[in-house]
């Protein structure tokens, strides 16, 4: 299992030092960094380090919901552009993403059970939710400097469904079943 902490940490700087916006464009980069801390580092770091990770374990709803409030709230135009042209509210956003994913990780796989299943189901929704309103929107929602175009814009959008999606309904149906299987045993 350590192992997949030292990957978790391995992607963490990847994540925070590869230049994806001259890669993949200014958007896509952002959702890259996002998702890849709240849905793929975070629960590296879970799985891997459950003792260092402890202390993120809350419970299901209420990682969820403060998950929820984090990642609304940073693609608002008004704090995704702060942090896009400000370096102490990127770093600010990135820490807040990467807490935010911690919390939902550690409390719904702690917590385990129907109501962590819950947490994460909940938490795929409301991805899947932005993600198709970033890919959907009929123009640019940011400014320049913090996306390049419409297709930028929805191509994060469709990054977002890709990976968050998924990532969180496999999750919380696993729990689900384990839970099931417990309640049936």
């Given at each position: 299992?350590?192992?997949?902490g030292?990957?978790?940490l391995a992607l ?9 916006e ?10 890259v ?18 003792k260092?990770t402890r ?5 299901p709803?209420?990682a ?8 609304w709230?940073f693609h608002?135009p008004?704090?995704?552009?702060g942090?896009?042209?400000s370096?102490p509210a ?5 820490t807040l ?11 719904c796989l702690?917590?385990?059970?129907l109501a962590?299943?819950g947490?994460?189901?909940?938490t795929s ?10 890919t ?6 940011y ?5 390049g175009s419409?297709a ?5 959008g469709?990054m977002?469904?890709?990976?968050g ?11 689900t079943?384990?839970?099931?299987k417990e309640?049936?045993?």
């Amino acid at each position: 299992m350590k192992a997949l902490g030292i990957l978790g940490l391995a992607l963490l700087l990847a994540i925070w030092v590869w230049p994806w916006e001259g890669w993949i464009g200014l958007f896509p980069a952002h959702m890259v960094r996002h998702m890849g801390l709240v849905a793929v580092v975070a629960p590296l770091l879970v799985i891997g380090f459950p003792k260092a990770t402890r202390i993120f374990a809350v419970s299901p709803l209420a990682a969820t919901v403060f998950e929820f409030v984090i990642v609304w709230g940073f693609h608002l135009p008004a704090l995704h552009e702060g942090a896009a042209f400000s370096t102490p509210a990127f770093v600010a956003e990135q820490t807040l993403f990467l807490l935010a994913g911690l919390c939902v990780w550690a409390g719904c796989l702690r917590g385990g059970g129907l109501a962590g299943a819950g947490g994460l189901l909940l938490t795929s929704m409301h991805m899947t939710l932005l993600g198709a309103l970033l890919t959907l929107a009929p123009r640019v929602l940011y400014v320049p400097g913090c996306v390049g175009s419409l297709a930028e814009q929805q191509l994060g959008g469709m990054m977002m469904l890709a990976i968050g999606t998924p990532v969180y309904l496999i999750a919380g149906l696993w729990l689900t079943g384990g839970a099931l299987k417990e309640e049936t045993a």
